[in-house]
């Protein structure tokens, strides 16, 4: 049975840092690409980050480029994202993903797997 986990969600300040950890079993770990979305009040699923299976490549959404780090490391079945700059707009439930895919990683449907999010408030 396939479950991702995450954690790390919590009220940040403005300007300030977090990071969000995701853990997975059931997988293996290591063949799976991994994304991050967010999803705001009465918005949709937006996606943040990914980091390839295949090479280790990494992507982001333009909202986050050059704020947000994602990593992964496979040994502990778990990938990260770093957030730095926080901004009010940041604030959302963050989602971790995870799927067999070689391209095509901002598109929702193409992920198999989901954690159950972890919220992440940003105060003005």
């Known amino acids: 049975q396939v479950q991702l986990v995450e954690s790390g969600g919590r009220l940040v300040q403005t300007g300030g840092s977090l990071r969000l950890s995701c853990a997975a079993s059931?997988?293996?770990?290591?063949?799976?690409?991994m994304g991050w979305f967010r999803q705001a009040p009465g918005k949709e699923r937006e996606f943040v980050a990914a980091?390839?299976?295949?090479?280790?490549?990494?992507y982001y959404g333009d909202s986050v480029k050059g704020r947000f780090t994602i990593s992964r490391d496979n040994a502990k079945n778990t990938v990260y994202v770093q957030m730095r700059s926080l901004k009010p707009e940041d604030t959302a439930v963050y989602y971790c993903?995870?799927?067999?895919?070689?391209?095509?990683?901002?598109?929702?449907?193409?992920?198999?797997?989901w954690g159950q999010g972890t919220q992440v408030t940003v105060s003005s």
């Open positions: 993903a995870a799927a067999r895919l070689a391209y095509g990683f901002e598109n929702t449907d193409r992920y198999n797997y």
């Open positions: 059931g997988v293996t770990f290591s063949m799976f690409s």
């Open positions: 980091v390839s299976w295949a090479d280790g490549r990494t």
